[in-house]
């Protein structure tokens, strides 16, 4: 059962356009979102996250949208850079005292087409 | 400068042949983590760790185990290892508290032949 979804698993943008990643989720006790990036052969890295109270976080190029009624947060990059590319991975975490667990969606790789 | 290492990066090893990957972090983090990514299952956790000595399954902990001796350390041991724990291993730290992002290690690429 796949509690975060990211229902593409590719997406390739122009540099210099909007990149709009995409990610649903299904368990209602999700608190914090976080976005993470990864590159080839390298850990994911933090990149962006929001509280549950919030439906915008803003950081950069990088705004995280979070809509609670339909369970669906995006990730906007403008301007896209090609140091972009990379898999991005939605991840979430629910309200339960001792665990910080994540649970993370399946991933986009983000491909900036110079 | 802070972060999260995993010995090895890269390991193949045959069926039974007990193996350890090594985490360590520097950053003082009262919370470890141990993940596996596997090809359209995103990052699933192994196991967990909230302080010294207190452990704790996560979501796919059979064939695994670990141990938290030292706050900085969190090893992850494969006692008899099986073809279908090939995967992707990533150790991940952090404070405990509201909002704190989780920094992950480089990971280790695991073969069980």
């Known amino acids: 059962d796949q509690q975060v979804k990211q229902n593409s698993p590719s997406l390739s943008v122009q540099e210099g356009r909007i990149s709009i990643l995409n990610c649903d989720y299904t368990?209602?006790?999700?608190?914090?979102f976080l976005w993470y990036k990864k590159y080839p052969a390298e850990g994911p890295t933090f990149l962006i996250s929001i509280s549950s109270i919030k439906d915008k976080n803003e950081d950069g190029r990088f705004t995280v949208f979070l809509n609670k009624s339909a369970k669906h947060l995006s990730l906007h990059i403008v301007p896209s850079q090609p140091g972009d590319s990379a898999v991005y991975f939605c991840a979430a975490r629910a309200l339960n005292f001792g665990n910080e667990k994540l649970t993370f969606g399946t991933g986009t790789r983000l491909t900036i087409i110079p | 400068e802070a972060q999260v290492t995993q010995n090895p990066r890269y390991l193949i090893t045959v069926t039974g042949k007990k193996l350890t990957v090594t985490c360590s972090q520097n950053?003082?983090?009262?919370?470890m983590s141990w993940y596996r990514q596997d090809p359209g299952l995103g990052l699933r956790q192994i196991y967990y760790s909230m302080n010294v000595e207190v452990t704790d399954k996560g979501d796919v902990p059979e064939g695994y185990k670990v141990s938290r001796k030292e706050k900085r350390n969190f090893p992850l041991i494969l006692e008899s290892p099986s073809p279908n724990q090939t995967s992707l291993y990533f150790c991940?730290?952090?404070?405990?508290?509201?909002?704190?992002?989780?920094?992950f290690g480089p990971g280790t690429r695991l073969t069980v032949l």
């Open positions: 368990n209602s006790m999700f608190d914090y």
């Open positions: 991940a730290s952090s404070f405990i508290s509201s909002g704190s992002e989780q920094f």
């Open positions: 950053m003082n983090h009262e919370y």
